[in-house]
């Protein structure tokens, strides 16, 4: 199948990869190149940063084939998801994302991995898993496209705030801790958005938090550490080499929790920390510290509401 990859950073490259490997013929988007599409086209992969993606899209003409969105984030300015500002610029329906616990270096060596592909069309799900799917790539399937968004958008966040729990040295009980709340907070959030609760529990969702929070490998984990080791702001985006995709996320999911009314203390937490200047060491010794109540209940019942893009 040919396929257009936009999008030339790290995790772009690697899904070119795995397309090339099962013999796909890949067209590769840079920013020198026009902005138009190749023709005869059998999907287009998006593959930029979650706030680049607005003003990405609309450098091109609706190319008028199913659109696979890899990336892990919301757009901050109107707190869309992917699938919206598709629908919004270029009128396409045809919609499936591919998320799960990967990081890009070891895609391209070749290491073992797992992801889901998310539609609302079964059938464009199972190409997105035929386009990608290999031995050391396992792409299983899913239903729920809003979930699988939401699941890779929130993980960035709670890596920040899990980074900075280790930078401060409260051990290995408080990030089981932290982390148990995240995952709670993750499915609260993620189920008011529209996505299923039974999506949170996997590869999209628990999975790739485990990853985003425990290894440094993690461009948001070490952002959290730094930050709350006293550095600037400034010098942590140029020590890290840019803008984790938490510290622009934040932004928009903070606005779609206060707008729904839904309980996020620790997306609460990172804004603080990030956008009203405040120490995230202190926010997140706060949140560490402050009384248990309701919302911190796991076993707080959450209702599944449908706000899906199918």
Request: aromatic share 6%; with cysteine; net charge neutral.
């Amino acid at each position: 199948m040919n396929i257009e990859v936009i999008g030339q950073g790290a995790w772009g490259k690697a899904l070119a990869i795995l397309l090339e490997h099962n013999g796909n013929i890949v067209h590769r988007w840079k920013r020198s190149l026009p902005t138009e599409h190749p023709a005869n086209l059998d999907a287009v992969l998006i593959a930029v940063p979650s706030r680049y993606v607005d003003e990405t899209l609309r450098k091109f003409p609706a190319p008028g084939v199913p659109i696979i969105s890899s990336v892990k984030g919301m757009e901050p300015e109107h707190s869309r998801m992917v699938h919206e500002i598709v629908l919004e610029l270029w009128c396409e329906e045809r919609f499936a994302v591919l998320a799960g616990p990967n990081f890009a270096e070891e895609i391209i060596q070749g290491k073992p991995a797992a992801a889901v592909t998310a539609s609302c069309d079964e059938r464009l799900a199972r190409m997105v898993q035929r386009l990608f799917n290999q031995p050391n790539f396992r792409v299983y399937l899913s239903t729920d496209p809003v979930g699988v968004q939401l699941g890779g958008a929130l993980k960035n966040v709670y890596a920040l705030a899990v980074g900075a729990c280790d930078a401060l040295g409260y051990g290995e009980n408080a990030r089981a801790g932290l982390l148990t709340r995240c995952l709670a907070e993750m499915t609260r959030v993620g189920t008011a958005l529209g996505g299923r609760q039974d999506t949170f529990a996997g590869l999209s969702g628990v999975g790739d938090l485990i990853l985003t929070c425990y290894s440094d490998m993690s461009r948001n984990r070490r952002f959290g550490k730094w930050l709350a080791q006293g550095r600037s702001f400034r010098e942590v985006i140029a020590k890290l080499g840019g803008v984790a995709e938490g510290v622009t996320t934040v932004r928009a999911l903070r606005e779609r929790c206060r707008t729904l009314g839904v309980p996020a203390p620790i997306i609460e937490s990172i804004y603080a920390a990030i956008y009203q200047r405040r120490s995230l060491a202190e926010v997140i010794r706060e949140l560490l510290e402050s009384t248990p109540d309701m919302e911190h209940r796991e076993e707080l019942s959450i209702g599944v509401k449908s706000n899906s893009c199918c």
